[in-house]
C-alpha cells in the first residue's frame, strides 16, 4: 500500500509539472472544462503531451463510474469460445449488496441465472469485488462417463480438449468479444481444491489508478509510411494524426477487411459505411471495398445489421452502405465498382420502398441511424413495433442521399429515367422532412415524430442527424447556419441526443461519440461557422490526446470513456473522423466527380504552416502545403504555377507541389452552449372511464395534453386528472420551469375496437370478413407473438403484407418479443385504412419483398386482428 501511495504522489506530481510547465505559450484552445495548446492537452490536474511527433504521455486518471448499472449479463466460455447458451439467452446478475465481497449464487453451465420478478437495478459502488461461482460438475462427469461434453448445439467437447474456462459479458474487466478471451487470464476461472465448483473474482466498477507514468503512453511502432504525412507547426495534432494511422492499420483484419474496434469483432453496415464517409474511402480503397461488399447478401441486398426487434425493417439505414459506395467511387474512379453498386443499392431501395417508405408523410419510417439501443433515445414504453413507425432525421438524412447517390448512378449509366425517380423520391423526402421535423422557433431539426397512429413531434436533437440534413443539403444553405448556431452543445462535445433521458445511463444518452463530432465538424466547416469547426476539432483531440487511443464513446457531462455502458479502443469510426479532421477540413480536400476540389478551414487560432506529403489521388502524388487561417482561398499554385480553380483533375498522373494561401479573417457566428441539461420523465397516464389520471411529478409548470397526435389543451402542473368525452387516443406530457418538454406518455385509448380471432400457424393466416356498420377511417393491428429472438438484437422480425380485399394496403412487422418466448403477446404496427359500410376481407399475406435479414426463419404467431375507428 505504500508503495501504491508513492506512485500515486509521484503520478499526480509528474501531472502537475506538464500541466504547469510547456513551452508552447498560450492554448490554442480554452475552456473551463480543459485547454490546448501546441504540445499538450490539460484537464484539470491532468495532461497529455507529446513528446515528439511518433511519442505521447498522458497522465489522466479515470474516476470510478457513477452511473454502472449493477444489473449485469454475462456468459460462460469453455476455451474461450462462445459454447454455453443459443445467442440471446444470458445470465443477468444485480450486483448489490454489502461486504467485502458479492457472490453470485452457484451457476450450472447452460442454464441460465434469472433476475427475481420484481428486481429493479441501482448502480455499482466503485471498487466491488464480484465472486463468480460456476458449476461444472456435470460436465466432468460427463467426461468421466462418455469422454466428452455434447454443447446445447450438438457440437461435442473432448476431455482431452477441455483447457479453461471463461466468464464473458457486458461490464468491464468483461468483454463480449469471445475471440480475445483466452488473451484475458483474469477471467478464466479457476478450481483450486477440484471439486468441480470454478470461481473467479471480478473487480467491478474500478477507479483506475496507474502504477506508473511510464504505463500511460503511446509510442509508434507499425509503418505509416506509405500514408499521407503531416508536419505543422502543432506537435500535438501531428502525433495524434499519426496514432489514428497507426490504429488504422491496427483496424485491417488478415482477411482485407475491416475490424469495428478492438472490442468490437467483424464489420457492421453502418460503422464501417460512415468510417468510409469520413476518410477510408481513400485512405484504404480496396479494404473499404471488401468490407462494404461482406455486407451483401446472396440476393445482392444490403445487410442490416442485428437490432431492435431484429433488425430490419425496425432498423433501417443501411442506405448508408450507397453513399459510402458512392464516395468510394468518386476517390477511385472505378465505373465496374459503381455499376455493381447501383445493382446492389437498387435491389435493396425496391424492397424499402415497398415497406419503410410511408406515402402519407413522405418520410421513411425506423429506427434512428445508429442509435440502436432502444430506451437510450426512446420512451421506455415503447416497443420495437413503435420504433418502427417512428420517422427519424437521420435516417430521413440517410435515404434522401441514398436516392441522390442512385439518381447520380443512373444518369452515368446511361438510365436517365430510372435518375428521374429516384430524384423524385429525394425531393418528397427533402419537402417532408422540412415540412415536418423542422423547428422554425429553435432553428433546428426535431430527432423524430413517435406515437402510435397519428404522431408527435420529439423537441430534441439528433446530432448526427443534424450533420448529415447540413452534408447532404436537406437543409437550405439560411438553414444550415441557423442550425449550427443554434444545436446545443456541451463542454465535452456535441452530445448524441440533447436535452438528456432522466434515469438512463451514459451510452447515447449523455454522450459524445467522437465520429459525430467529426460530422458535426464537417457541417460547421460547411456552414462557415469558425466557433463550432474549433470546438469539434478540440472535442477530438481532447479525448484522443488524453486516453491515448481513439475511443468509441465518452460521457458528455463529465468527458470521461469510463462511464458509457459500452466503450471500445482503437474505434474504426473515431480514428477514421480523426484522419478526416486532418484531410477534409483542414486541408479542406473534397472528392466530387470532377476532380479533387480544396476547400480549407482552419480557424485563426490554429493559423500556421501545413504540409500534407504523399497524398494519393488516383494517379497522382501529391506534396500539399497551406499557410494562414480562414476558408477563403487567396492563392492556389500546382507545381509553382497559380490557378483560379482550387481543383487537381481526376486524369492527372504523377508527383506533384500543391500550394494554399488562406485569406485570413471568418466573419463570425455564434455557438450554443448551454451545458448539460435532463428532461423531466414523460409521465404514466392512465383511463378509468372517462377519468384521465397520472402521478405527480416534482417540477413540473405545465403539462400538455394531446388527442390523436393533436394538442388539446394545457394543464396546471398541480393538477393530475382530466375528464374526456370523445373518442381517440390521448397522450401527455410535461413541461418543467424553462419549457423544456419530457417525452409523451405511452398513448392511452378510449374508443371501442372490433377484434376478430384468428386462427393461424406461424407461416400464414387465413382470410377473414370483417362487416364495417359504419364507413371511416379505421387502424387496423395485429396481436401477435415472436419469440424467435430477444427483443434488443438478432435479425429474425417477421414481417406481412396486409391485403384487403386482395389489394395491398401496407406492411406490418412482428418484431421479436424474447427468446422462445411465444406467451408474451404485443401488437404489430398499425395501418390507415378508408372502410366503406359493408362486408371485406382482410388477409396476412407474404411477398417477396417481406423477406427479413434472417433469410429463412420468419414467423409469428397471430392471434386476433384489432380495428378501431378513428374518424
Keep these: 500500500m505504500r508503495c501504491k501511495i508513492f506512485q500515486l504522489a509521484g503520478w499526480l506530481a509528474l501531472s502537475f509539472s506538464m500541466a504547469c510547465k510547456s513551452d508552447s505559450g498560450e492554448p490554442f484552445y480554452s475552456s473551463a472544462a480543459y485547454r490546448i495548446f501546441k504540445d499538450q492537452v490539460v484537464q484539470g490536474a491532468y495532461s497529455s503531451k507529446a513528446l515528439s511527433a511518433t511519442e505521447l504521455v498522458s497522465t489522466y486518471r479515470s474516476p470510478a463510474n457513477p452511473y454502472k448499472k449493477s444489473i449485469i449479463d454475462f ?30 449464487p452457484l451457476i450450472k ?17 466503485p471498487n466491488t469485488k464480484l465472486l463468480v461461482q460456476l458449476d461444472l460438475r456435470e460436465i466432468l462427469d460427463a467426461f468421466s462417463k462418455a469422454g466428452y461434453f455434447e454443447f446445447f448445439n450438438g457440437e461435442r467437447l473432448y476431455k482431452q480438449d477441455f483447457s479453461a474456462v471463461y466468464i464473458a459479458g457486458s461490464t468491464a474487466p468483461m468483454t463480449w468479444d469471445f475471440s480475445q478471451l483466452t488473451r484475458h487470464p483474469e477471467l478464466e476461472l479457476k478450481d483450486p481444491d477440484g471439486d468441480g465448483i470454478y470461481e473467479v473474482l471480478l473487480e467491478i466498477n474500478e477507479e483506475s489508478i496507474p502504477a506508473t507514468p511510464t504505463e500511460q503512453g503511446w509510442k509508434l511502432s507499425k509503418d505509416i509510411s506509405s500514408y499521407p504525412a503531416l508536419q505543422s507547426d502543432f506537435i500535438l495534432t501531428d502525433a495524434l494524426y499519426n496514432m489514428a494511422l497507426e490504429e488504422m492499420v491496427n483496424a485491417i483484419e488478415p482477411d482485407s477487411t475491416f475490424r469495428t474496434g478492438k472490442e468490437w469483432a467483424g464489420v457492421w453496415t453502418r ?8 476518410s477510408m474511402a481513400y485512405m484504404q480503397p480496396e479494404v473499404a471495398r471488401n468490407s462494404l461488399l461482406k455486407k451483401v447478401n446472396a440476393r445482392k441486398k444490403i445487410i442490416q445489421d442485428t437490432g431492435t426487434g431484429g433488425a430490419w425493417p425496425v432498423s433501417s439505414d443501411r442506405m448508408i452502405w450507397a453513399i459510402a459506395a458512392w464516395e468510394i467511387y ?11 453498386a447501383f445493382e446492389i443499392i437498387t435491389n435493396t431501395l425496391q424492397d424499402d420502398y415497398q415497406t419503410i417508405y410511408d406515402p402519407a408523410s413522405g418520410l421513411v419510417k425506423g429506427e434512428s441511424s445508429f442509435l440502436d439501443w432502444r430506451e437510450q433515445t426512446y420512451p421506455a414504453w415503447m416497443q420495437p413495433a413503435d420504433i418502427f413507425e417512428s420517422k427519424t432525421l437521420s435516417t430521413n438524412a440517410v435515404h434522401y442521399q441514398a436516392n441522390r447517390v442512385a439518381a447520380r448512378m443512373a444518369d452515368l449509366l446511361g438510365s436517365q429515367t430510372n435518375a428521374a425517380a429516384f430524384n423524385k423520391r429525394a425531393d418528397q423526402i427533402r419537402e417532408a422532412v422540412n415540412r415536418l421535423l423542422w423547428i422554425p422557433g429553435k432553428k433546428y431539426y426535431a430527432q423524430y415524430l413517435y406515437g402510435r397512429g397519428d404522431q408527435l413531434r420529439s423537441a430534441r436533437t439528433d446530432a448526427l442527424g443534424e450533420a448529415l440534413a447540413v452534408l447532404f443539403d436537406l437543409a437550405t444553405p439560411d438553414q444550415q447556419k441557423e442550425l449550427v448556431s443554434n444545436t446545443p452543445v456541451t463542454s465535452f462535445g456535441i452530445p448524441c441526443i440533447y436535452p438528456d433521458i432522466p434515469g438512463i445511463p451514459p451510452y447515447h444518452n449523455n454522450a459524445v461519440w467522437p465520429f459525430v463530432q467529426a460530422f458535426w465538424l464537417m457541417a460547421a466547416s460547411k456552414a462557415g461557422n469558425e466557433a463550432a469547426v474549433l ?9 484522443a490526446a488524453l486516453f491515448l487511443t481513439n475511443k468509441e464513446n465518452l460521457v458528455a457531462e463529465n468527458g470521461d470513456f469510463k462511464g458509457t455502458q459500452i466503450n471500445s479502443s482503437n474505434m474504426l469510426w473515431s480514428l477514421s473522423g480523426h484522419i478526416g479532421m486532418v484531410h477534409k477540413t483542414l486541408f479542406g480536400i473534397q472528392f466530387t466527380e470532377e476532380g479533387l476540389r480544396f476547400q480549407p478551414f482552419i480557424p485563426q487560432a490554429l493559423a500556421g504552416n501545413r504540409v500534407l506529403k504523399k497524398f494519393r489521388y488516383r494517379g497522382a502524388v501529391l506534396d500539399i502545403e497551406i499557410n ?64 384521465l389520471y397520472w402521478l405527480p411529478q416534482s417540477s413540473v409548470k405545465q403539462y400538455k395534453l394531446f388527442r390523436n397526435g393533436e394538442l388539446l389543451k394545457l394543464i396546471s402542473g398541480s393538477l393530475t386528472s382530466e375528464t374526456i368525452t370523445e373518442p381517440g387516443r390521448y397522450q401527455l406530457m410535461a413541461l418543467d420551469e424553462a419549457g423544456v418538454e419530457s417525452f409523451a406518455s405511452e398513448p392511452v385509448e378510449f374508443f371501442q375496437a372490433v377484434e376478430i380471432p384468428l386462427s393461424a400457424n406461424k407461416l400464414s393466416t387465413q382470410p377473414v370478413a370483417v362487416t364495417i356498420q359504419q364507413a371511416g377511417v379505421y387502424d387496423v393491428d395485429v396481436e401477435y407473438a415472436n419469440g424467435n429472438g430477444p427483443i434488443n438484437t438478432d435479425n429474425k422480425c417477421a414481417i406481412r403484407t396486409l391485403l384487403l380485399n386482395e389489394q395491398p394496403r401496407g406492411v406490418l412487422v412482428f418484431p421479436q418479443r424474447g427468446k422462445d418466448n411465444w406467451t408474451s403477446w404485443g401488437y404489430s404496427n398499425s395501418i390507415r385504412l378508408h372502410l366503406s359500410k359493408g362486408t371485406h376481407v382482410l388477409l396476412l399475406a407474404y411477398q417477396p419483398y417481406n423477406e427479413n435479414m434472417s433469410g429463412h426463419t420468419n414467423t409469428a404467431l397471430f392471434k386476433k386482428i384489432r380495428l378501431r375507428k378513428i374518424k
Design 330 to 340: 468518386l476517390a477511385e474512379g472505378d465505373l465496374h465498382w459503381m455499376a455493381q
Design 628 to 691: 494562414g487561417y480562414g476558408n477563403q482561398i487567396r492563392s492556389f499554385s500546382l507545381n509553382g504555377v497559380k490557378t483560379d480553380a482550387a481543383i487537381i483533375n481526376k486524369e492527372l498522373t504523377g508527383s506533384y507541389t500543391v500550394k494554399i494561401e488562406l485569406d485570413g479573417p471568418i466573419p463570425p457566428q455564434r455557438i450554443y452552449k448551454p451545458g448539460n441539461y435532463t428532461s423531466l420523465a414523460e409521465p404514466k397516464l392512465g383511463l378509468d372511464n372517462d377519468q
Design 271 to 278: 460503422d464501417i459505411s460512415y468510417s468510409i464517409l469520413l
Design 75 to 104: 456468459k460462460f466460455a469453455i476455451n474461450g469460445k462462445d459454447n454455453e447458451m443459443v445467442s440471446g439467452i444470458d445470465h443477468h446478475f444485480n450486483v448489490l449488496g454489502t461486504g467485502p465481497v458479492i457472490k453470485t
Design 109 to 125: 453451465f447452460g442454464q441460465a441465472l434469472k433476475l427475481g420478478e420484481h428486481e429493479e437495478s441501482g448502480y455499482i459502488k
Design 535 to 543: 470546438e469539434s476539432m478540440a472535442a477530438i483531440y481532447r479525448p
